[in-house]
């Protein structure tokens, strides 16, 4: 129990309060640019795979045998939500060989979204959520990060006169 703990509360961000999703989403960020620098794009979905089924485990194993199947210290789906919504970023940053600090307002447009579609539940996200099960907790973030990372490159392409 102790290690899904650590997992899922990601080294205890989740305890914080008010407000812990926020600071999960908020400590995600620097650890994305982390990721990024030291292996690109490439590591960043390395990390968003092998996060993903972590906290599947760790949500299964802190819930088992409890009514709540979202406690609110579990933030370890906040931060794999949010490494989604940062993913265009890496890609591009990646690609082009650019500093991705340089793209500063993704980085804020990709967190005010993904915290913008995970405290909704519009749509897809509240379909997830309603799944009540350790899945649908991953899940329900999951969705939030891709709408947001769509979100991202839809500004971008606005931004940009793409669109």
Not at 96 to 113: D, K, Q, T, V
């Amino acid at each position: 129990m102790k290690l899904a703990s650590v997992i899922g509360t990601v080294l205890g961000v989740g305890y914080i309060r008010p407000a812990p999703g926020t600071w999960g989403s908020l400590v995600a960020l620097p650890w994305a640019w982390a990721l990024h620098v030291i292996g690109g794009f490439p590591l960043l979905v390395l990390a968003i795979v092998v996060g993903f089924f972590k906290g599947w485990w760790a949500t299964a194993t802190m819930t088992q045998d409890q009514d709540n199947h979202d406690p609110s210290e579990i933030v370890v789906d906040e931060l794999i939500g949010q490494w989604i919504a940062i993913l265009p970023l890496s890609y591009a940053a990646w690609s082009m060989e650019i500093s991705i600090l340089a793209m500063w307002p993704g980085w804020i447009a990709a967190f005010a979204l993904f915290r913008l579609f995970d405290i909704t539940k519009l749509g897809p996200v509240g379909w997830a959520d309603r799944m009540d099960t350790p899945l649908g907790v991953m899940l329900d973030d999951v969705i939030a990060g891709v709408l947001a990372a769509l979100g991202v490159l839809a500004l971008a392409a606005l931004y940009h006169g793409v669109l």
